[in-house]
């Protein structure tokens, strides 16, 4: 329910707002006439594994569309404000890979070759609570700030790596609010809860798993490794579950994969067998 007067008290979310609103930036900020000599397969390896960042920042907005009013009539109005100003982020970087698509005349793959990216943004979605969508998207900006990190640092001159620069200051505000979220509404929660959390990092994971399988080729194009780049996202997420509370310490490296799923498993033998083309 709405109040017309809601009172706005909790100083740290708003905090993040305001900083939320003073660092939005025009994408004009760049210069996108700067002459790049790329390798063609370079630039298409590039297009191919942003192709799920991409529907991601499109997803985000989705999100924040669908969560935003539930957050408002439950009288959560700080965090309501907060994901106002990351809904207009995430369009931002939606607008800009667009741009940069077009910039250098590539395309993202179809659905068709990554079909599990929108299995990834349903489960996401799946329960509808903030709380879960809130943990899920952690994950995600912790995923974005592993790409956009590795694009920053392997295209430093480039608009690539200008523009992943700029995109890493808001992820880092996108997870600066899931921590200020989440910590006080974690504390003492029960088991059963934590499992289904658990459970949506696991699915997650997976999801994660089938399409670096499925970007194997582009991935070796531009000397990456899906498996060291999981590997690195899961000790990020670890940590977070630890801080949290989800998880005791020392949880097994990787668990996600013993619970693997025949479904993921039949996708990773269907693209290891007939090189994705
Ligand atoms: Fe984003
Ligand atoms: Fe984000």
Redesign the pocket.
């Known amino acids: 329910m709405l109040r017309v007067h809601p009172q706005l008290k909790d100083e740290r979310l708003l905090a993040l707002f305001e900083r939320g609103v003073e660092r939005q930036w025009p994408s004009a900020l760049l210069d996108w006439s700067q002459e790049e000599r790329w390798d063609r397969r370079d630039l298409e390896a590039l297009a191919a594994i942003i192709t799920p960042v991409y529907l991601g920042e499109q997803t985000?907005m989705l999100g924040v569309s669908a969560i935003l009013p539930r957050l408002l009539t439950a009288g959560e109005t700080e965090a309501a404000l907060y994901l106002a100003s990351?809904g207009l982020?995430?369009a931002r970087?939606f607008r800009n890979l667009s741009r940069f698509f077009d910039r250098h005349q590539v395309t993202p793959w179809p659905t068709r070759r990554l079909p599990e990216m929108w299995r990834y943004h349903a489960r996401l979605l799946q329960s509808g609570d903030p709380i879960d969508w809130l943990w899920g998207?952690l994950i995600?900006?912790l995923f974005?700030r592993l790409f956009y990190g590795r694009l920053r640092e392997q295209y430093p001159d480039l608009l690539i790596g200008r523009l992943a620069r700029r995109t890493l200051v808001?992820?880092a505000r996108?997870q600066a609010f899931a921590d200020r979220y989440l910590t006080p509404r974690l504390v003492g929660v029960d088991a059963e809860r934590r499992r289904e959390l658990l459970g949506l990092r696991d699915d997650l994971f997976r999801t994660m798993d089938a399409l670096t399988h499925r970007l194997a080729g582009p991935l070796g194009d531009l000397g990456w490794s899906g498996t060291a780049f999981l590997a690195e996202l899961w000790d990020d997420t670890e940590r977070w579950a630890g801080r949290l509370g989800l998880t005791d310490a020392g949880a097994t490296p990787a668990a996600w994969r013993d619970g693997e799923d025949q479904e993921s498993k039949s996708a990773k033998g269907a693209v290891s067998s007939t090189r994705v083309p």
């Open positions: 985000a990351m982020d995430e970087h998207i995600s900006d974005a808001d992820e996108h």
